[in-house]
Structure formats: C-alpha cells, structure tokens
C-alpha cells in the first residue's frame, strides 16, 4: 500500500534548523499535491505548507512564512520541510500528507494519505 515515511524531527535550540524529510512509496508521486501538518498536544491538527505537483507553487500558513521552505523532488519520490529560526510554539508532531484534490490545501480532508508523523521539538 502507499507509504509516506517522515524522517529528520529532533530536539533543537530556538533559533535553530530542522529539515524534514518525507519518502514516498507505491505512489505516483507527481499525480500528488503534497503537504506538511502539525500537530501539538491538546490541539488540533494545523496546516503548515503545501507543494504543488510539479513544485512551481507553494502555500505556507502565516506563522512559517519567511522561516519555512517546502520543496520536493520529484525523481526521488522526496518532499522536504525545511524549518529555519525555529521557535518553542513551532513545537510538534510534524506529518507529511499527499492529496489528488488539486485546491484547498490547507483542509486535512482533502489528503488521501499520510505519514506516521515525526516529533519536533524547540527548546527555549
């Protein structure tokens, strides 16, 4: 069946950099939009950015803008996050998801898959 794998989470000073990385299998990868989630404790699960499929355009919500990059590669069946100047509240359970919804990016139920997630957290 299809299988996203995160990787890359960690523990890591404010200030600092994390890069996450997604591995997709058993998936035409390029007929998926892809997506990064989150999820803290006690809350719901948050939109972080979003790749279109051929990674020309991307979305990001208004609190990662400036400090987040999402990308992908397509040869690989690879989508990256690539988190700069990290914060405490940044602090998370990361999740790498794949839509063939094509809008909407920022609603969790337009994904058809996802990741096990991969735990990121941001000391003060």
């Known amino acids: 069946q299809v299988r996203l794998v995160e990787s890359g989470g960690g523990l890591v000073q404010a200030g600092g950099s994390l890069r996450l990385s997604c591995a997709a299998s058993?998936?035409?990868?390029?007929?998926?939009?892809l997506g990064w989630f989150r999820q803290a404790p006690g809350k719901e699960r948050e939109f972080v950015a979003a790749?279109?499929?051929?990674?020309?355009?991307?979305y990001y919500t208004d609190s990662v803008k400036g400090r987040f990059t999402i990308s992908r590669d397509n040869a690989k069946n690879m989508a990256y996050l690539q988190m700069n100047s990290l914060k405490p509240e940044d602090t998370a359970v990361y999740y790498c998801a794949a839509s063939n919804v094509g809008s909407a990016w920022s609603q969790p139920n337009n994904y058809n898959y996802w990741g096990q997630g991969t735990q990121v957290t941001v000391s003060a």
């Open positions: 058993r998936l035409t990868f390029m007929a998926f939009s």
């Open positions: 790749v279109t499929r051929g990674g020309i355009t991307t």
